[in-house]
C-alpha cells in the first residue's frame, strides 16, 4: 500500500475510532491510547513546535498517525468494521461539526493566559513596590 492510499485510510479510520472509544467491548488500553491521541491532536501545544522549519511538521506528520494506527491495532476487529460502517453512514451526508470538543482546550488555555497574567501583573506590582520613592 502506497503512502497517499494508506493517508487516506487512516483519514477514514479516525471517526470510526472516535466511536469505537465508545462501544463498551473496546478494551481499556485502546481506549486510552485513543485519548491520549485525541488530546494530542487536539491541543495547541505540540512536541515539536510548528514554527521550527519542516521539523516543525514531523509531529504532525508522524506522531500522529503512529498514534492512530496503535489505537486501531488494539480495537478488536469486529468493532472497528461495525464503527466503520457507522461513521461511513454519518459522514455521508457532511462532516458532522462538534465544537463542543473544543471547549476543554478553549478553557484550558483561558486558564493559562489569567494566570500567566495574574502572575506578571503581581509581579510588576510588587517591584514597583520596593523601588524607593524619590
Excluded at 52 to 81: E, M
Excluded at 104 to 128: M, S, Y
Aim: net charge positive; charged share 15%.
Amino acid at each position: 500500500m502506497d503512502l497517499k492510499a494508506r493517508a487516506e485510510s487512516l483519514k477514514r479510520d479516525v471517526p470510526a475510532v472516535f466511536m469505537a472509544l465508545k462501544h463498551p467491548q473496546t478494551p481499556w488500553y485502546a481506549k486510552l491510547s485513543g485519548l491520549l491521541t485525541l488530546c494530542y491532536a487536539l491541543s495547541p501545544v505540540d512536541l515539536i513546535p510548528d514554527f521550527i522549519p519542516v521539523i516543525g511538521y514531523l509531529d504532525d506528520l508522524i506522531i500522529l498517525p503512529a498514534l492512530v494506527a496503535l489505537t486501531i491495532h488494539w480495537i478488536p476487529p469486529q468493532v472497528l468494521s461495525l464503527c466503520r460502517s457507522q461513521s461511513e453512514e454519518l459522514w455521508q451526508h457532511g462532516k458532522p461539526k462538534k465544537w463542543l470538543y473544543a471547549i476543554p482546550f478553549f478553557l484550558i488555555w483561558l486558564l493559562l493566559i489569567f494566570l500567566l497574567a495574574r502572575f506578571i501583573f503581581r509581579h510588576f506590582l510588587a517591584i514597583g513596590r520596593l523601588q524607593p520613592s524619590l
